[in-house]
């Protein structure tokens, strides 16, 4: 059964609740600037705004251009170039963590302080406080259904549902113990999916909280996961050096990498690019790091040389990449073709089932 929390169940104050479950207010620039940017015409990599407590992680579109997460601050990048940061309401804990937009507003996870928040292209700024549990909490991914926000508590190892109109929160326990779960889109039916990492399962829940895992091969590490061109939930499974694919009705298919870098790494990031294509970062520990194009067999089509990419989003026509290791953020238009392309590499299983 899921918990459901409201600002006033737990026997808080007014003033209390009203911290947790949300507060507006018009949060103030606190920088407007262009910043120096490197660029070889095809790919273009900007320094993040100075002052942050950390490095630039979530990424997103959003009203008035591409919106970024570095610490305390969220980034507006605008179409000519020049970027504002925002303030977080609780920047002496604040670490701003995975980002999406409904269209109107950019959303987005405070995962050290354990919030959910809101800006709107004014900077009008809304957090509300998930509710604790006993292993914790550290809001990860989020996806915005309508007027819901879904997301995922991946060290409470839960999946939560919050209305905004009213700041409440239901919270339902994934039926794995320590399955950590991460990345979480909609699917084309309305159901909620998201990634076990530790668990190493991909997962649907229904909006009234039923469960089905469909467990992955050992060692996967799951991570994104987007809805893709061809109405099938698609996946990255860094630890495998996978690209997994499952449809609404089950059909689970785990692609090997094939045709990329030989010196690259497992996919990360993930997203639907330009022109529908699928995008995912291939990324090292110690580089070099690739932002990879896929086609629907899970094969490597192009691949652009773009230094620890590690989170991805497509904003403005083009894919943005967030490198939290070298505190840059690059922006990628694909259709300039970079000298890197595709490469070889020794076929490896696939898994259907």
């Known amino acids: 059964m899921p918990t459901l929390i409201t600002p006033r169940s737990r026997g808080l104050s007014l003033v209390t609740a009203l911290t947790l479950s949300g507060t507006l207010a018009a949060s103030t620039p606190v920088s407007a600037q262009a910043g120096p940017a490197r660029t070889n015409g095809c790919i273009r990599s900007i320094a993040p705004v100075p002052g942050a407590t950390d490095t630039p992680f979530g990424i997103t579109a959003g009203p008035g251009g591409t919106w970024y997460g570095s610490g305390q601050f969220l980034v507006q990048v605008r179409p000519n170039g020049r970027s504002r940061s925002f303030t977080v309401q609780h920047p002496e804990v604040a670490d701003v963590g995975f980002m999406t937009t409904d269209g109107i507003a950019t959303w987005f996870v405070d995962q050290a302080g354990g919030y959910v928040g809101r800006i709107d292209g004014a900077g009008h700024l809304t957090e509300w406080a998930v509710p604790p549990s006993d292993a914790g909490v550290s809001p990860n991914g989020l996806i915005v259904a309508g007027r819901i926000v879904w997301f ?16 409440t929160f239901t919270m339902y326990a994934v039926p794995t113990a320590g399955g950590f779960p991460l ?4 699917g084309p039916e309305g159901d909620i999916w998201f990634l076990e990492r530790t668990a190493g399962k991909v997962a649907r829940m229904t909006p009234s909280g039923t469960f089905t895992e469909w467990g992955l091969v050992p060692g996967a590490r799951p991570n994104r996961i987007v809805v893709g061109p061809d109405g099938a ?13 499952i449809t609404t009705s089950g059909h689970l298919t785990e692609f090997p990498v094939l045709h990329a870098p030989a010196d690259a790494g497992g996919p990360v990031g ?27 067999a899970g094969n490597v089509t192009h691949a652009w040389r773009v230094p620890g990419a590690l989170i991805l989003a497509t904003s403005q026509g083009a894919v943005w990449a967030t490198d939290p290791f070298a ?5 990628l238009r694909p259709q300039c073709r970079a000298p890197e392309g595709p490469h070889g590499s020794s076929p490896a299983g696939m898994s259907e089932r």
């Open 270 to 296: 993930l997203t639907v690019g330009p022109a529908g294509a699928l995008y995912a970062a291939l990324f090292t520990i110690d580089g070099p790091d690739y932002v990879a194009r896929f086609d629907l």
């Open 327 to 331: 505190d840059t953020i690059t922006r």
């Open 233 to 245: 939930l698609w996946f990255t499974e860094l630890g495998g050096n996978r690209m997994g694919r």
């Open 152 to 167: 995922t508590d991946s060290t409470g190892n839960r999946i939560g549902r919050l209305d905004p109109s009213t700041g």
């Open 183 to 186: 990345g979480i889109t909609i």
